[in-house]
């Protein structure tokens, strides 16, 4: 359904997005997770027409965003982080509005009608968007997104602004709307993710640096670094002696669930193995290894490996 080929776009010498490229496929909700300012915005944005590549193509449903933006735009239904509302207008004319520049189809009256209880907003139909609180404006935008029942949504922080009950809600709205439409969804927050991405996207400074399910991830950015081992030996000496390893961040005990054994949580630097010199050392010091497994990281543990560098161009 989206299909984003080496996109790239600069500032002079500075690199908002550089060289991206990835696929979603129709019914997918796609998270794109990253920092602050590592221009998932500007991603957004080329997307939907709003601005153009140096280089790079992005295809709507095979069609070039940039060639036929009129054919493509109609395809997307789109939530900036700064929702586009004209603050003199009523919710109900301002909807309308949408409706009559979208040129859509459906019976006017009856689909407004439907988006406005979908997006629970009927109580403020009539009433000024500059009356409105942060809140209701945020979900006033969300509704002009919906307006024309598009394939496809693209929203970028559709949670900002909303209460925690109001968030749950729309999550759990993004969550049905994903059964019928296929969604990208912007956001730095983690907690918004797992909770409604069936694949994560993760950009850091311009450039694409995973893509994958919040479990893949996990496993495969983990790897062999965080193990939990079970030994059989004198727990001040096992830990002081694992803790002196070469390439041995940190040993903590994580308790006993066997008797005469402790488990231990061993986390090694990046693409180091420790397995081999752990059970040497267990084996030269007469201790036994009664179990060892991998331990998969948090997301937020992902998170913070893969954007292992600061900064970033601002969106």
């Given amino acids: 359904m989206i299909e984003v080929k080496n996109i790239v776009k600069s500032y002079g010498d500075k690199y908002a997005v550089n060289d991206i490229s990835f696929t979603v496929e129709t019914g997918e909700i796609v998270g794109f997770l990253g920092p602050n300012?590592?221009?998932?915005?500007?991603?957004?944005?080329?997307?939907?027409?709003?601005?153009?590549?140096?280089?790079?193509?992005?295809?709507?449903?095979?069609?070039?965003?940039?060639?036929n933006p009129t054919e493509a735009k109609r395809l997307i239904g789109f939530l900036p982080e700064q929702p586009p509302l004209y603050m003199d207008?009523?919710?109900?004319?301002?909807?309308?509005?949408?409706y009559d520049l979208k040129k859509c189809k459906f019976p006017k009256k009856e689909h407004l009608r439907e988006i406005c209880e979908l997006m629970k907003i009927e109580d403020v139909y009539n009433r000024m968007i500059k009356n409105l609180s942060k809140g209701y404006r945020q979900r006033v935008g969300f509704a002009q997104a919906l307006v024309g029942n598009p394939p496809i949504l693209i929203l970028d922080e559709p949670t900002v602004g909303l209460?925690?009950?109001?968030?749950?809600?729309?999550?759990?709205?993004?969550?049905?709307?994903?059964?019928?439409?296929?969604?990208?969804?912007?956001?730095?927050?983690?907690?918004?993710?797992?909770?409604?991405?069936?694949?994560?996207?993760?950009?850091?400074?311009?450039?694409?640096?995973?893509?994958?399910?919040?479990?893949t991830l996990a496993h495969k950015e983990a790897g062999n670094r965080r193990l939990v081992a079970r030994i059989a030996g004198n727990k001040a000496e096992v830990k002081k002696a694992i803790r002196a390893m070469n390439s041995v961040l940190s040993c903590e005990e994580m308790g006993t669930k066997e008797q005469g054994t402790t488990d231990y949580l061993i986390e090694s630097e990046p693409n180091v193995d420790i397995r081999k010199m752990l059970f040497r050392l267990l084996s030269d010091r007469g201790w036994i290894l009664m179990g060892l497994k991998s331990m998969d990281m948090s997301l937020e543990d992902v998170f913070v490996s893969l954007i292992t560098n600061e900064g970033g161009v601002e969106e």
């Fill in 89 to 98: 207008m009523t919710v109900r004319e301002y909807l309308e509005f949408v």
């Fill in 37 to 67: 300012g590592a221009g998932k915005s500007t991603t957004m944005n080329i997307l939907t027409g709003y601005l153009s590549a140096n280089s790079g193509t992005a295809l709507i449903d095979g069609i070039d965003i940039l060639e």
């Fill in 163 to 215: 209460d925690p009950r109001q968030i749950i809600e729309i999550r759990k709205l993004i969550t049905r709307l994903g059964k019928k439409h296929t969604v990208i969804l912007s956001t730095h927050i983690l907690q918004e993710v797992q909770a409604v991405c069936d694949r994560i996207i993760v950009i850091n400074k311009g450039q694409l640096v995973a893509d994958g399910n919040a479990e």
